[in-house]
Structure formats: structure tokens, C-alpha cells
């Protein structure tokens, strides 16, 4: 079995190899790529379709659905993801089964079972590759049923007491130091327990915009935008941030639309 892994962290990328070796060991990485260009680039050069891709929702350069309108990937795909379980099971209806991060070994089992019953069908005889999926109307799905449980607010700590944090007050979260700060428009830093990808996937899209792997930022915290070099941004918040943001050419793009700028 030759399997295909489009993941950008470097500590999911092993939990699934070392995961997928416990359960497959006559599995063969072909490759990894933690961005959808990179992985853009391997299918337009013709390589060997894979049996198998494990596919990460967001990538280095924005989401992992933007390859399917670039490419046909006609491979079956195993997607890992921290959306909220029940949300999941809108996908698992229509026969595209999700890991949950983190990732346990019984739901590795139970995703490489479908995907060897759903190949017995195509190996059988000569029948042609199933056509490619249109994820389109799933993720609307997710969407919806995600949509009325977006996180509205926080308990945070604060010296020997818990603190209300409402989503109107927040203007971003940032990893400093392998933490994650959330930070109010007023200016008061909390550390939170969850990971970046856990809050993306709670907050109201609509209201958050992943600029980076380390920041995840509110729609009214953006004081302006600047063009940057080769394309991309240069983004500025209020309150300020440690770093210079700078938004990947990519990414770029889907935060002009964001904002509705094209």
C-alpha cells in the first residue's frame, strides 16, 4: 500500500506514520508535504497516484480543499482534522471517513478498514478509478452544523481566579513559546490550553482569519494591509503582535476575499 501525507506539523506527521506502521507495516510513504503548492507541484508531475492520502484540513498555505480545485486526485482520502465530532459524522455518511486529533490507533483500524472494503470494489477487474469527490457540499455541511456551536467565550486564568473572556473582546491567539496566548483588545494576554487548529475549528470563520501557523486573528483587530514581496502581506493588528505578519501569496488572496476586497 503507497500512501500519500499532506500535513504540516512535524508532530502529527509522526504520530500518523508511527500509527499507520503499527497497523499497515507493509505501508510505503511515497511522500509528505506540508502545503498545498508542494503537493500541487508532486500530482502535476505525473507521479504514481497513490492507494491512500492522509490529507490535513489546513495546511502551511491555507486549506487542503484548494487542491482538489487545482488537480484531479482520483486516491481515496483519509482526512485528520480537530473539527468537532459531530460534525464529522456529515462526512462519514457520504463514505469520506476523518482521524480526529489527536489521533488514536482504534479509529486508524477503522479508517484503513473502509478504505481496504471500499478498494476490494475497484480491484476486482478492470473497472476504471472512481471519479474524484466533490468536497464542496460536505465542508458546506460541516459548516452548518458547526455553525450554531461557535465558541462565544473563555475561562481563563488569571493569578488565583478564572476569568470571563468574551469572543467580542478577543483580538487574537498566538503560539509564543510552544503556548497559546489569547489576547484582548484591551491589551490583557491569557494562556489557553487549547491548540491553535482546536480554536480555529470553534470560532466563527467568519470572525477569524488563520494568517499564520502561530496567529489566528479577528476580523476587527486588522488596522491595515500592505503588499509585501512576491506577493504576499504584510499585516498589522491592534493590539501589536511580537512578530511582523506576513501572509503567504496563497493566503493572501483568501484574505482580500475575506475582507471582501475581490
Known amino acids: 500500500m503507497h500512501v500519500l501525507i499532506l500535513e504540516d506539523e512535524a508532530s502529527a506527521v509522526s504520530a500518523l506514520t508511527r500509527l499507520l506502521q503499527e497497523c499497515r507495516p507493509e505501508a510505503r510513504v511515497l511522500a509528505v508535504f506540508d502545503s498545498v503548492s508542494t503537493a500541487q507541484a508532486w500530482f502535476e508531475a505525473g507521479t504514481r497516484a497513490p492507494d491512500l492520502i492522509f490529507m490535513d484540513i489546513h495546511l502551511a498555505d491555507g486549506s487542503s480543499f484548494e487542491l482538489f480545485r487545482r488537480v484531479t486526485i482520483s486516491s481515496p482520502v483519509i482526512f485528520t482534522t480537530a473539527y468537532d465530532q459531530h460534525a464529522l459524522e456529515a462526512f462519514r455518511v457520504n463514505g469520506i471517513d476523518y482521524l480526529l486529533k489527536p489521533l488514536l490507533?482504534?479509529?486508524?483500524?477503522?479508517?484503513?478498514?473502509?478504505?481496504?472494503?471500499?478498494?476490494?470494489?475497484?480491484?476486482?477487474?478492470?473497472?476504471?478509478?472512481?471519479?474524484?469527490?466533490?468536497?464542496?457540499?460536505?465542508?458546506?455541511?460541516?459548516?452548518?452544523?458547526?455553525?450554531?456551536?461557535?465558541?462565544?467565550?473563555?475561562?481563563?486564568?488569571?493569578?488565583?481566579?478564572?476569568?470571563?473572556v468574551s469572543v467580542e473582546d478577543v483580538a487574537h491567539f498566538s503560539?509564543?513559546?510552544?503556548?497559546?496566548?489569547?489576547?484582548?483588545?484591551?491589551?490583557?494576554?491569557?494562556?489557553?490550553?487549547?491548540?491553535?487548529?482546536?480554536?480555529?475549528?470553534?470560532?466563527?470563520?467568519?470572525?477569524?482569519?488563520?494568517?499564520?501557523?502561530?496567529?489566528?486573528?479577528?476580523?476587527?483587530?486588522?488596522?491595515?494591509?500592505?503588499?509585501?514581496y512576491n506577493g504576499r502581506l504584510l499585516v498589522r493588528l491592534a493590539p501589536a503582535v511580537r512578530e511582523e505578519i506576513i501572509v503567504s501569496k496563497a493566503r493572501a488572496a483568501e484574505l482580500k476575499h475575506w475582507f471582501g476586497a475581490i
Open 105 to 164: 490507533k482504534e479509529d486508524m483500524v477503522r479508517s484503513l478498514a473502509k478504505f481496504e472494503s471500499l478498494r476490494h470494489h475497484y480491484t476486482t477487474g478492470p473497472a476504471p478509478a472512481p471519479p474524484a469527490p466533490d468536497f464542496g457540499p460536505l465542508l458546506r455541511t460541516m459548516q452548518q452544523l458547526a455553525g450554531p456551536g461557535y465558541k462565544t467565550s473563555w475561562l481563563v486564568h488569571h493569578k488565583a481566579k478564572l476569568v470571563p
Open 175 to 228: 503560539i509564543r513559546h510552544g503556548l497559546v496566548f489569547l489576547t484582548t483588545f484591551a491589551g490583557r494576554e491569557y494562556e489557553v490550553t487549547q491548540t491553535l487548529d482546536e480554536l480555529e475549528a470553534a470560532v466563527d470563520p467568519q470572525r477569524f482569519f488563520r494568517g499564520s501557523r502561530q496567529l489566528l486573528f479577528a476580523r476587527r483587530s486588522v488596522t491595515e494591509m500592505e503588499p509585501y
